[in-house]
């Protein structure tokens, strides 16, 4: 079964409200206009350039910390994992107890292919914050992806009773007993985040995969099928129809 986690897709768009409404680090007097730093209206690059320029600028240390966070963010939307990661670790040394610096610094490991740092920040995280599912989640991820599918499925379950409405931690769950080869759960995990997000076709690809494993070509027939039916883009929903006769 093709393995494909799924992290906190919405934190990025999330982190960047956050950086802003963050404490009162950035707010500004009431006659100076918002900076471009924090403007989601301007594209990235100037975005980046003004967050730089506050840097280098802001007398608060807490407006530096702010600048660096949005930064990060910035630079992560735009695949810059490396120069996300350092802008975080800038805002932790300046605010230690900045949980989402530590949670987007565990992300940019994540995608940086150190899974051990990023299983240390996001649980580092959860310390400062222990009731954000997506610090579980996305620390489930980084277990799964160092192999320990165990760990990995206790965050998810803490995730789970956490966030009872998000399908996320349900698939990656499901996943994670599919890399287990326990497919029977996988299906169970999956047909509750189904319900959870009918929509998806990514589930239904995933319990495609799962019925696949154990034998039940009708069933991953039907699933792949309603993927492509959502996404009729969707190479695995295709390719998955393929291979069970469809």
């Not at 206790?154 to 996320?168: F, G, I, Q, S």
């Amino acid at each position: 079964m093709a393995v494909g986690y799924r992290c906190a897709g919405v934190v990025l768009s999330l982190v960047v409200v956050l950086a802003v409404c963050w404490g009162t680090a950035v707010a500004q007097t009431a006659s100076e206009p918002p900076d471009s730093c924090f403007d989601e209206a301007l594209p990235e690059p100037q975005r980046i350039a003004a967050c730089s320029r506050l840097v280098e600028t802001a007398k608060e240390p807490a407006a530096r910390a702010q600048a660096y966070l949005q930064r990060g963010v910035l630079h992560e939307s735009a695949g810059a994992a490396e120069s996300a990661a350092a802008d975080y670790s800038e805002t932790i040394k300046l605010e230690p107890g900045n949980a989402l610096a530590y949670f987007n610094r565990g992300n940019a490991q994540d995608q940086l292919g150190r899974f051990d740092e990023a299983v240390a920040d996001y649980t580092q995280a959860i310390k400062l914050e222990p009731k954000e599912a997506d610090y579980y989640n996305n620390r489930g991820q980084a277990y799964d992806h160092k192999g320990q599918h165990d760990l990995a499925i206790a965050d998810y379950n803490e995730a789970a009773r956490l966030a009872p409405a998000d399908a996320r931690p349900l698939y990656n769950r499901g996943l994670s007993y599919a890399n287990k080869g326990d497919y029977r759960r996988a299906v169970v995990d999956l047909d509750q985040a189904i319900k959870l997000s009918p929509d998806d076709p990514d589930l239904y690809v995933a319990r495609g995969a799962a019925h696949e494993e154990l034998g039940d070509a009708n069933a991953a027939k039907a699933d792949f099928a309603k993927a492509l039916e959502i996404d009729p883009d969707s190479d695995d929903a295709r390719e998955g129809l393929s291979r069970s006769g469809g």
